[in-house]
């Protein structure tokens, strides 16, 4: 098939970059961003690529059409410096040029790792993810938090899985829930929002049941009620900011 682009976006990764961009070694062309990382991530990328640029940070949509920007082939392998290709996935899409279709974009299963364990439920999989496509063909859409690529063909799955280590401890689950529930906080504000009591109560709660209960997190056993609890705490941290902020504007007001 055409020759392959990986992209990758990074910022303090030193602990995934290395497994990640191993499994990247098939492209023919690997482009790592780099957002000014403080712990020797760029020098750890750079003995995988001689491609790697430094960029401020400009929100996860923008970041990544600015790296697929940088790609001389048109099909592109966008992956997340957690992840890693498996030898089924990698396999895949070396096949994929060899059937004739107008497909611009192919849809990937994550396999997501928490404390050892691959979660199977709680809505953590299959969650197909638009991760190969063609640059000509989409661009990357969405807000702070849930960017997207918006592909303007058609789209098909693949079946060999993306390996996601989403978090080295529960620490660090804990302080990206601080990190994303103040992202997810500022958007609610941009969007005309406002905080309540009653908001902060039953939103946690609801997303707990949908987590733990609806969509069965309870089958992956402890690890699945620790998601489930930091889910529901993660919304409540967002709508908790909200109220600050709401709070914050009406006393410059006074």
Known sequence: MSEISAVVITRN??????RCLESLLFCDEIIVVD????DGTRELAGK?????FT????????????????????WILSVDADEQVTDELRAEIMEVGKISTDCVAYTVPRKTIHSGRWIRHGGWYPNRLIRFFKK??????????????????????L???????SFTSFADQVARNNHYSTLGAELLRRQGKHASV???????FWKF??????????????????IAISAAYSVFLKWAKLWEMDRRETQGKI
């Open 209 to 226: 049941v949908e987590t733990y209960l609806i969509k069965r997190g309870f089958l992956d056993g402890t690890p699945g009620f620790i």
């Open 35 to 38: 957002s000014h990382s403080e």
């Open 159 to 165: 079946q060999g899985h993306l390996k996601h280590y």
């Open 136 to 157: 000509s063909a989409g661009k990357w859409v969405g807000s702070e938090i849930h960017e997207r690529w918006e592909p303007s063909g058609g789209v098909q799955d």
């Open 198 to 204: 009653f908001k902060m109560i039953h939103k946690p």
């Open 48 to 52: 995988y690529t001689e491609k790697v």
């Open 55 to 74: 960029r401020d940070w400009a929100g996860y949509a923008d970041q990544k059409n600015y790296a697929v920007g940088l790609c001389k082939n048109d």
């Open 13 to 18: 990764e030193a602990g995934n970059i290395e």
